[in-house]
C-alpha cells in the first residue's frame, strides 16, 4: 500500500539554526500538508499546499517557514530560524484531493529537537 | 470555546468492554468528521469517516449529531489492541481542507 514518508525521522539543531524537513507524499496525491505536535498536545495544522502553491496557513505558520515542492516527488518544510519552542513531531499529510471527505494520509513524522 | 473538545480520559477497561467516547465540536461550519487512532509517539491514523446517518466499522460504531455538534464513538469488545489515543478531527469551515483535531481521548485496556 502507498504510504507518505518522511526524513529525517530525528533531527538534533541548535536554536537560531534553518532546518529542512523533507516528505514524499504518495505518488497520486494532489494536496499536501505539514502539521505539528509539540509533546503532550493536540496535533495543529500548519499549512496546505496545491498546484505548487500555498492554499492554507495557520497563525502558527510565520515568516520563518516556508514550504516547497522542488521536484515532482519531494514536499519540503523549511524553519530559517528555530526556536526551542519549534521542538515538536512534524507530520507531513497528503490527499488525492478527488472527493469530500478526502482522508488524509500521515508520513510517520519528523521529530525535531531544538536545543 | 476549543474547536474540538475530549475528555482526555484514561478510559482504563478490561479486554472485552464496551466504550464508548465523545467529543464536541464549535464551528456549525464544519463538513467532514473523522476519528483517528494515534499510537504512543505514531503518527494519525484514520480510524473511520463519521456520517449523518451514523456507521459502522466491525466493533467500531461511530455516531454525529449535527444538531448538538456532537460526535461520538463506541467500541465493542475492546481488544489489547485497542489501547491508544484516539483523535476527534473535523475539517476547517467551508471549503478549507485543513483538519482541526481534538487533544485526544487516551484509552487503556488491560487482560
Known amino acids: 500500500e502507498p504510504e507518505v514518508t518522511q526524513t529525517p525521522s530525528h533531527q538534533v539543531t541548535q536554536m537560531g539554526q534553518e532546518v529542512i524537513l523533507r516528505c514524499v507524499p504518495i505518488?497520486?496525491?494532489?494536496?499536501f500538508y505539514w502539521y505539528r505536535q509539540i509533546l503532550g498536545q493536540k496535533v495543529e495544522f500548519l499549512v496546505s499546499?496545491?498546484?505548487?502553491?500555498?492554499?492554507?496557513k495557520s497563525e502558527i505558520f510565520d515568516d520563518q517557514f516556508s514550504v516547497e515542492r522542488p521536484d515532482g516527488s519531494n514536499f519540503t518544510l523549511k524553519i530559517r530560524s528555530t526556536k526551542l519552542e519549534d521542538s515538536a513531531m512534524y507530520f507531513c499529510?497528503?490527499?488525492?484531493?478527488?472527493?469530500?471527505?478526502?482522508?488524509?494520509?500521515f508520513g510517520p513524522g519528523t521529530r525535531l529537537t531544538v536545543l | 470555546r476549543k474547536e474540538v473538545e475530549q475528555d482526555p480520559g484514561p478510559f482504563n477497561v478490561p479486554e472485552g468492554a464496551t466504550v464508548a467516547f465523545n467529543c464536541t465540536y464549535s464551528?456549525?461550519?464544519?463538513?467532514?468528521f473523522f476519528w483517528y487512532r494515534q499510537d504512543c509517539r505514531k503518527e494519525p491514523k484514520l480510524l473511520m469517516s463519521?456520517?449523518?446517518s451514523g456507521n459502522e466499522d466491525g466493533r467500531f460504531t461511530a455516531q454525529l449529531n449535527r444538531a448538538s455538534q456532537y460526535i461520538s464513538l463506541l467500541i465493542r469488545d475492546s481488544k489489547l489492541s485497542d489501547s491508544a489515543t484516539y483523535l476527534c478531527?473535523?475539517?476547517?469551515?467551508?471549503?478549507?481542507?485543513?483538519?482541526?483535531f481534538g487533544s485526544g481521548t487516551r484509552l487503556l485496556v488491560r487482560p
Open positions: 499529510a497528503s490527499t488525492p484531493g478527488t472527493k469530500i471527505p478526502d482522508t488524509q494520509y
Open positions: 505518488s497520486n496525491h494532489l494536496y
Open positions: 499546499f496545491y498546484n505548487n502553491e500555498i492554499s492554507e
Open positions: 464551528n456549525s461550519a464544519s463538513q467532514s
Open positions: 463519521v456520517y449523518s
Open positions: 478531527v473535523v475539517n476547517g469551515p467551508d471549503s478549507s481542507y485543513k483538519l482541526i
